[in-house]
């Protein structure tokens, strides 16, 4: 019964692969959101999808690529992945006019 | 000026203290704060808005001061269980659901 799980829990490759991260949300919210937290523990916003519509895309490289199948489900796909992009990946979901986020699990990628 | 700032800590304090955070934001044109709770490597979690009357939740008071852009948590009676990174957060005005974090304050609470 969790809210929000992404998958995989931890993901360790090499430069230069191409990698996903799935998140699905079970609580019927309209918005879901990708954040990045790195080594310094900075939290940032990625992106957010408001059903299945792209609302925000803060400046992050084009290597990585939301996809929104459904408003349940957004997922990360990044291309060519480099040593700067280790860190932990929280996805989130929000009702629509409200602004309480529930955060997954997140994602601890980690490239070599 | 970064959008959110926060006092890093780690403020160390016995159990059954009495702990304030500070925290300052730069966009006046903010209209929703909160406090989130991150526990070493896990998730953020609500732990409660921050109205302009300011509110309570138990041992947790929160202020909001919008003249000098100033939010406040306030931790009474420490609890061992309250030991987590308190982190600051501000939406970005005029952009729904983009929500701004401070990098948080680390609190321990000792025996």
């Known amino acids: 019964d969790t809210a929000v799980s992404q998958t995989p829990k931890y993901l360790v490759t090499q430069m230069g692969n191409d990698k996903s991260i799935k998140c699905e949300q079970n609580?019927?919210?309209?918005?879901m959101y990708w954040y990045k937290q790195d080594s310094k523990k900075f939290l940032k916003i990625m992106f957010s999808y408001n059903n299945k519509e792209l609302i925000i895309n803060e400046t992050v490289p084009n290597r990585f690529s939301p996809k929104s199948p459904d408003k349940a489900h957004l997922n990360l796909h990044i291309n060519s992945l480099e040593l700067g992009d280790s860190a932990v990946y929280f996805c989130a979901s929000s009702q629509v006019r409200q602004e309480t986020q529930y955060f997954g699990p997140g994602t601890r990628l980690l490239v070599l | 000026r970064k959008e959110v700032e926060q006092d890093p800590g780690p403020f160390n304090v016995p159990e059954g203290a009495t702990v304030a955070f500070n925290c300052t934001y730069s966009n006046s044109a903010s209209q929703s704060f909160f406090w989130y709770r991150q526990d070493c490597r896990k998730e953020p979690k609500l732990l409660m808005s921050v109205y302009s009357s300011g509110n309570e939740d138990g041992r947790f008071t929160a202020q909001l001061n919008r003249a000098s852009q100033y939010i406040s948590l306030l931790i009474r009676d420490s609890k061992l269980s309250d030991s987590a990174t308190y982190l600051c957060?501000?939406?970005?005005?005029?952009?729904?659901?983009?929500?701004?974090f401070g990098k948080g304050t680390k609190l321990s609470v000792k025996p």
């Open positions: 609580l019927g919210h309209d918005t």
């Open positions: 957060v501000v939406n970005a005005a005029g952009s729904q659901g983009n929500l701004i």
